[in-house]
């Protein structure tokens, strides 16, 4: 072999070298972007987890997570759900709502209602917990940082559905729902504005065998739809004392003072023919004009924004179709 095609040759075998070093350092560097671009991702994803903001509540300022991954709620669950978030754990009357129990299957029972086993809440490794019941704040803030909204403080569902977007970052969530719902409420009140007199009065109450209990419009059993969604008054004489106190326990001498021309009735135990039968919720006009509506706790308890709005439909329902 003569020295030009020694030369010709070696510098083929450089040639393909090169290309082969080329190929390979250009692989190196694309999976190095891409382990590179992961392992960013990955970051971001821990800093946002690990990121906390301060909350003003009735206990001071609270630092919690500002996107919380594992929230323990007490109480709060509808409008929990309305935001598409689902909690690890819930207490067992709660997890099994009439109007969102499909949504919480799988979440973990923490107790019972107001009296949370600290022990299954522990088990949970909850980042936030939030509850409406102060009394077991000691106990549940050691576990993680601890919410309390005390029933009552937000008045109505724009208030606590405005609260949890802000405190869980869903603000974009909160107000579509609303809109929304403002607009199922606009219907629904039209609706019932054209069937029933504008003076017409309403009472909300409670059947308790021996006694009654009458409820204002931030105490479920039916009041958040017909005062605050619907526009619905009390009667004039005990309005004010209703709405002040927002219950009362009624004798049977003072059932007749409080009843309006509709009363919608929470009981477990007796019907309308029940009610009609009865001496004294039988002569009242609006038992005789079949004003009277009837249902059991699991439907009338609830007050968050998904059980209002099912509510109003039930009772519009009932409303419009009286006459018919």
Same mark, same amino acid.
């Given at each position: 072999m003569n020295s030009s095609e020694k030369i010709s040759m070696t510098a083929t075998a450089l040639f393909c070298l090169s290309l082969l070093l080329s190929a390979c350092s250009g692989g190196t560097t694309g999976n190095t972007s891409a382990n590179e671009e992961a392992q960013t991702t990955s970051n971001k994803t821990v800093e946002t987890q690990l990121q906390i903001k301060t909350v003003t509540t009735i206990n001071g300022d609270i630092e919690i997570p500002a996107k919380p991954?594992?929230? +323990?709620? @007490? *109480?709060?669950?509808?409008?929990?759900?309305? &935001? $598409?978030?689902?909690?690890?754990? !819930?207490?067992? #009357?709660?997890?099994?709502?009439?109007?969102?129990?499909?949504?919480?299957?799988?979440?973990?029972d923490i107790g019972a209602y107001g009296k949370p086993s600290v022990e299954n809440i522990l088990a949970l490794n909850p980042d936030l917990i939030i509850t409406g019941n102060g009394?077991?704040?000691?106990?549940?803030?050691?576990?993680?940082?601890?919410?309390?909204?005390?029933?009552?403080?937000?008045?109505? +569902?724009? @208030? *606590?559905?405005?609260?949890?977007?802000?405190? &869980? $970052?869903?603000?974009?969530?909160? !107000?579509?729902? #609303?809109?929304?719902?403002?607009?199922?409420?606009?219907?629904?009140?039209?609706?019932?504005?054209?069937?029933?007199?504008?003076?017409?009065?309403?009472?909300?109450?409670?059947?308790?065998?021996?006694?009654?209990?009458?409820?204002?419009?931030?105490?479920?059993?039916?009041?958040?739809?017909?005062?605050?969604?619907?526009?619905?008054?009390?009667?004039?004489?005990?309005?004010?004392?209703?709405? @002040?106190?927002?219950?009362?326990?009624?004798?049977?001498?003072?059932?007749?003072?409080?009843?309006?021309?509709?009363?919608?009735?929470?009981?477990n135990e007796r019907t309308v023919e029940d009610f009609k039968a009865d001496p004294i919720w039988g002569s009242l006009p609006a038992v005789k004009n079949d004003h009277l509506y009837v249902w059991p706790e699991e439907r009338s308890w609830y007050y968050d924004p998904i059980a209002v709005l099912a509510q109003i439909e039930e009772l519009t329902t009932w409303l419009t179709n009286l006459e018919k």
């Amino acid at each position: 072999m003569n020295s030009s095609e020694k030369i010709s040759m070696t510098a083929t075998a450089l040639f393909c070298l090169s290309l082969l070093l080329s190929a390979c350092s250009g692989g190196t560097t694309g999976n190095t972007s891409a382990n590179e671009e992961a392992q960013t991702t990955s970051n971001k994803t821990v800093e946002t987890q690990l990121q906390i903001k301060t909350v003003t509540t009735i206990n001071g300022d609270i630092e919690i997570p500002a996107k919380p991954q594992r929230i +323990v709620a @007490e *109480e709060y669950l509808g409008s929990l759900i309305t &935001l $598409d978030v689902i909690p690890v754990g !819930a207490p067992e #009357l709660t997890i099994k709502n009439y109007y969102f129990k499909k949504e919480l299957m799988g979440v973990s029972d923490i107790g019972a209602y107001g009296k949370p086993s600290v022990e299954n809440i522990l088990a949970l490794n909850p980042d936030l917990i939030i509850t409406g019941n102060g009394d077991n704040y000691e106990a549940l803030s050691k576990i993680a940082p601890t919410i309390v909204i005390p029933y009552g403080d937000l008045k109505d +569902v724009h @208030e *606590e559905l405005t609260y949890f977007g802000n405190l &869980l $970052d869903k603000q974009g969530e909160a !107000a579509a729902w #609303l809109l929304q719902y403002d607009q199922q409420i606009a219907e629904a009140k039209a609706k019932v504005d054209a069937a029933v007199p504008a003076d017409a009065s309403f009472s909300i109450m409670e059947d308790g065998g021996k006694s009654t209990w009458v409820y204002g419009d931030n105490f479920g059993r039916g009041g958040q739809p017909i005062y605050q969604a619907l526009g619905r008054k009390p009667p004039s004489d005990v309005a004010n004392v209703i709405m @002040e106190k927002q219950w009362a326990e009624l004798s049977a001498e003072m059932i007749e003072s409080y009843a309006g021309d509709y009363i919608i009735m929470t009981s477990n135990e007796r019907t309308v023919e029940d009610f009609k039968a009865d001496p004294i919720w039988g002569s009242l006009p609006a038992v005789k004009n079949d004003h009277l509506y009837v249902w059991p706790e699991e439907r009338s308890w609830y007050y968050d924004p998904i059980a209002v709005l099912a509510q109003i439909e039930e009772l519009t329902t009932w409303l419009t179709n009286l006459e018919k």
